[in-house]
C-alpha cells in the first residue's frame, strides 16, 4: 500500500483570467508610456543632435552630468557606508536587554537582513542626493576649464576669473558637502540606536563612549567645513549688496570680514574640542563653544557691522566709503564695456535755408517708417495669406539703387493657426515652411503714402525655421507641401531621416502621436524637422549661452538666414554692478543680477535648412575661451564670417539700452559721486506714441524695497525712457570727409530726482559697420548762450502743443472707435550747425474683419527746429516752410511704386481707371461718399477680396483729399 504523502497531489491549475490579462496589459503600456517615453525622447535627442553634427554637445553634456553623478554618488555613498561599517564595528558585543521598543520591533522585522537594509538604504539615499548635482554641469565646465581674466579684485587680490568660474563650484561643493555630512551623521546615529550604542533609560539616555567619540568626529567635520564655508564667505563679500554700491563697502571690509575671520577660528577652536571629546568624553566644551559661535555669528555678522555703519560710516559717508565707490565704478566700467568710449563735443546753432541746403544728407537717412507701428501695414499689405503672417519688422541696412539705405525686413513666417487644412496632414506634411522675406526703405513712401515694398530675391525662399514655429514638420513626404513660388522638394540634409521604422516609433512615441508611425505618407527619404523655433534651437545646442530676444532675417547668397545676438553673462565681477531694472525688451536672455555682460557670439540660423553656426566676435572673453575650451568645436572663428553677413550685424539694442542707462552715472568720476545734480545725466525721457499723453509715462515696474543706494543717492522716475533707434548716421570728426555709418543712438538729458530737467546733454551711438563695429561714442551738447537745445520730451510737447498740429490730431484722433493718431520715432537730425528733429505722423485705422484690429498709415511728418513745428505731407515740404528760401528735395516720396503692388490706385478713366466724372463737388457729400467706400471694402475684406479691398480703401481715401482740399480752401 502507497503511503499518503507519496500519493500524486492535484496541484491546481494557474489559471489566467481576463481581468488578470487586462491588469498586466496596463501594467506593461504604463511602463512603456513612462520609461519607454523616456528612452524614446533620448533617442530623437539624440538623432536631433547627431544629423546637425553637433554629437560633442550632446555627449558633452552627458559626459559632464554623468561625471557630476559618479562623484557625488561616490562620495555619499563610500563616506555613509563607512561611517555604517564603523558604527557595526563599535556596537556592543552583546545586545542591551532594555533597548526601545522601537529598535526591537526593527529587529523583529528585519532581522539579520537589518544590515543590508542600512546598506541599501544609504546607496539609495546617495542617488537621491547627487541627482541635484547633475544640474550644475555649467559651473562644473566652467570650472574644470577656467581662464584668467588678467584683473586681480582690489580687496584680496584674486583673478577675477577666480570669482566666474572656480568659486561658485566651490560654494556649492561645501554647501552639498555639509548636508551630505549632516544626513550621514543622521544615518550613523540611527544605527548605533539599533546596534545598541545609545539605550533610552531614565532620565536620559545613556551613549556609549565608542558611540560618542563617532558622532564627535562627523561633528568636528562639520565644523571645519562651516569654516571652509565662511572663508569662501569672504570673496563672495565683494558682491555685496548692503551697501551704497555693490561690492565690500567700508562697513564689508572693516567689520563683516573681521567677523568671518573670527567665526572661522571659532569653528576650528570648536572642531578641535569636539575632536577632544574622543579623549574626555565630555560634551560640556564643544557645546560652549557651540553656543559662543552661534552669539557670535550674530552679533559678528549682523549687529557689529550695523553698528558700525550707523555710528562711522553714515555721519562720513562721502568719505568713508570714496574708495570703494572708486573700485565700484572702475569694474562696472570695465565689466559692462564702458572703458573705450569716444567722447565728442558738439554746439547747436540757428540755422539758415542755405546752410540746410548745403548739407541736406542727413535728412536724406531720416526714417519715416517705424518699425512698431508698419507691423500692421505690412501684414496687411505683403502677408495676408492664409498660413503666413509678418509677425516683426526688423531694421537693416541694404543696397537698393545703387544706394545702401536703411530698411524694414520682414519674413513671411508659418502662421500654422491661419493654415485652411487643420488636419495632422495639414499642420505637419503640408504646412511646413513660410515664403520669403520683403523690405522697403525706410526713408522713403510712395506717392499714395505706402511703402515701397521691395521683395527681396532669394534662390530658396522657403523658411523652414524661424522664431514664432513650433511643433515639428516633415518634409519630401507623399503629401504635396505648400508652394513658394514654384514647386519645391526639400533639398537640406539636417534634418532627422525618418529611414526606418525604430525612428518613427521613437519619434510616434516621445510625441505621443501615432500618426507619426502609422502615416503612409512618410517615405525613407523623408526628414523629420523638429525644434524649428530659431531660440528653442540655440537653447539646445548651447544653454550656456543668453540670447537676444530679436533674430533679424538677412537674404545672403540666395537664401535666407537667421541673426541671433549672444551674450555671456555673469553675476560674479567682483564689485560691478548689476544691471538692475534696466528697460528692456521681454525675453531679453537678460538677468537683473548680471553685472557682466559681453556679445561675444553672433548665431546664424539658415531658415532653409537649420543649420547653425556660432561665429566669435569677442575672442578675448574669458567666459566664451572657457567654453570653448568645453566645446571645442561648437565654435567657429569670427574671419571665417562671410562677408555679406557682415555687413548686416547690428549692434544689440537690450545691449545698448544698457550700457546708455549705466554709463549715464557711471561717466562720472567718483569723487563727484555724491553730486549728482549737475553732473550726472539720466537717459532722456520718452514722448508718448500717442497724443493722448504728451508727457512720459511710467512702467509698471515691481515695488522693491528701497536700496542702501536709493536712500543715499538722489534717483530719477521710472518714467518710460527713450527707446534707442537705428540709424544712418555721419560719424565723422570735423574737418572730415563725411562718412555714413549705420548705428543706434540714443539721447540723455541732464539728472534731475524728478525728471523736471528735459534739455538734450548728450546723445550716444554705437557702431554696427564691418570696420567700427561696437565703437561707442557719446557727443556732448555744449551750452550756446547758457543754453542746452531742447530733448526729445520737450520737442514733442512743443510740436503738439501749436496750433496747426494740435487741430490736425483732434480731426484724426476720433472717439468710439475712430481712427487714432501714433507717432513715430523722434529722430534726431543734426544739419550744418543747427539740429531739426523729425518724427512720423501715423493714423490707426480700424478694421472690423479679420485678426488686425487696426492698420497704421503713414499720413505726415512732424519737423521742428527750435521753437517751430510745422506738420507737413513731406520732410522736403516740412523743411521749406521751417525755413523759407529752402530749394533742396530730400527725396522721400516717390512717384510710383519700385515694385507692381496689390494696391490699385485712383486713376481717371481715360488712362484706364475709375470714373471720377460726376463726383460731387461738396465736402460733406464726399465724406459721405467715402464713408460708404470704406464700407464696402470692409464687405470686400470680409470675404477675402484684398484686391476689392484695397481699390475701395484708396479711392476713400481719394474722396477723403478732394474732401479736405475743399475745406482748406474754403
Known sequence: MRRSQDLPVDRPRRRFTGRGILIALGGLFMFVLIFGRAIARFYVDYLWHDALDRGDVFWGVIGAKFALFAMFFLFFAVLACVNLFIADRLAPTSFPANVHPYVERFHEVFGKRLRLVRYISALILAVLIALP??????????????????????????????????????????????????????????????????????????????????????????????????????????NSTRGIVDGATYSVVNAQIPAIMLLILIAVLTAGLYLSVIKTNSWRLPLLASALWLVVSIVGGVIYPAIVQSLVVDPNQETREAPFIGRNVDATREALGLTNVDIREVQFGALTAAEVEADIDPLTNVRLLSPAEMETRFLVDEGQVAGLSIEDLDVDRYELDGKVEEVLVAARELDLGGVTNRSWQGIHLINTRGCGLVAAPTSKVQSNQRPDYRTLELDRPELYFSPTLSGYGIANT??????????????????????????????????????????????????????????????????????????????????????????????????????????????????????????????????????????????????????????????????????????????????FRIQTDVYSKYRLDPALFFQRDGNAWSVAQAPSATPANNTRTTTDAATEAPSAAANTFATESNAERFTPYYTVFDTSKPGEERKEEFVILRPFVPFSTGDTRTQLQAYMTASSDPDTYGQLTTYVVQERNGQLPDGPLRVAGNAESQSEISDRITLDNQDAGGTKVRFGDLQLVPV???????????????????????????????????????????????????????????????????????????????????????????????????????????????????????AKVEEARARLADALAILEAG
Open 133 to 238: 548635482a547633475v544640474a550644475q554641469w555649467q559651473l562644473w565646465l566652467l570650472f574644470r576649464n577656467s581662464k584668467s581674466f588678467g584683473t586681480p579684485d582690489p580687496q584680496f587680490g584674486a583673478d577675477v576669473g577666480f570669482y566666474v568660474f572656480q568659486l561658485p563650484f566651490l560654494t556649492f561643493l561645501l554647501d552639498w558637502m555639509f548636508v551630505a555630512v549632516v544626513l550621514v551623521l543622521l544615518f550613523t546615529a540611527a544605527a548605533h540606536i539599533l546596534n545598541g550604542g545609545v539605550v533610552f533609560v531614565s532620565p536620559a539616555p545613556v551613549i556609549r563612549n565608542a558611540t560618542k567619540a563617532h558622532v564627535a568626529v562627523l561633528l568636528a567635520i562639520l565644523a571645519v567645513l562651516k569654516a571652509g564655508d565662511y572663508w569662501l564667505d569672504r570673496y563672495e563679500l565683494t
Open 832 to 950: 550744418g550747425d543747427g539740429l531739426i528733429w523729425v518724427r512720423p505722423y501715423y493714423v490707426a485705422v480700424p478694421q472690423e474683419t479679420g485678426t488686425v484690429r487696426s492698420v497704421s498709415e503713414f499720413r505726415f511728418v512732424i519737423v521742428s527746429n527750435g521753437n517751430n513745428s510745422v506738420l507737413a505731407s513731406t520732410i522736403t515740404e516740412g523743411v521749406r516752410r521751417l525755413f523759407p528760401g529752402f530749394e533742396g528735395d530730400v527725396g522721400d516720396v516717390l512717384g510710383v511704386p519700385t515694385e507692381p503692388s496689390d494696391v490699385v490706385p485712383v486713376v481717371p478713366v481715360e488712362d484706364g481707371g475709375i470714373d471720377v466724372s460726376g463726383l460731387p463737388v461738396d465736402a460733406a457729400e464726399l465724406l459721405t461718399l467715402a464713408d460708404s467706400l470704406f464700407d464696402e471694402a470692409d464687405d470686400a475684406l470680409a470675404i477675402g477680396d484684398l484686391g476689392g479691398y484695397q
Open 478 to 655: 507623399a503629401s504635396s507641401e505648400r508652394e513658394c513660388d514654384e514647386p519645391h522638394k526639400y533639398e537640406g540634409k539636417l534634418g532627422v531621416a525618418m529611414n526606418s521604422f525604430t525612428r518613427r516609433a521613437a519619434f510616434a512615441l516621445a510625441f505621443l502621436d501615432y500618426n507619426v508611425v502609422g502615416s503612409g505618407a512618410i517615405q525613407a527619404d523623408s526628414q523629420m524637422l523638429w525644434v524649428r523655433n530659431v531660440i528653442d534651437r540655440l537653447n539646445k545646442l548651447a544653454p550656456f549661452l543668453s540670447y537676444d530676444a530679436d533674430p533679424y532675417p538677412v537674404a545672403v547668397d540666395g537664401k535666407a538666414v537667421w541673426v541671433v545676438d549672444g551674450y555671456t553673462t555673469s553675476s560674479r565681477f567682483p564689485y560691478a554692478q548689476s544691471i538692475g531694472a534696466v528697460q528692456r525688451s521681454p525675453q531679453s536672455g537678460l538677468s537683473n543680477s548680471d553685472n557682466y555682460v559681453r556679445n561675444s557670439v553672433k548665431v546664424v540660423v539658415d531658415a532653409y535648412t537649420g543649420d547653425v553656426t556660432f561665429y566669435i566676435v569677442d575672442d578675448v572673453d574669458p567666459i566664451l575661451k572657457a567654453w570653448q575650451s568645453a566645446f571645442p568645436d561648437l565654435f567657429t572663428p569670427g574671419d571665417e564670417m562671410p562677408q555679406v553677413i557682415r555687413e548686416h550685424l547690428r549692434y544689440p539694442e537690450d545691449l
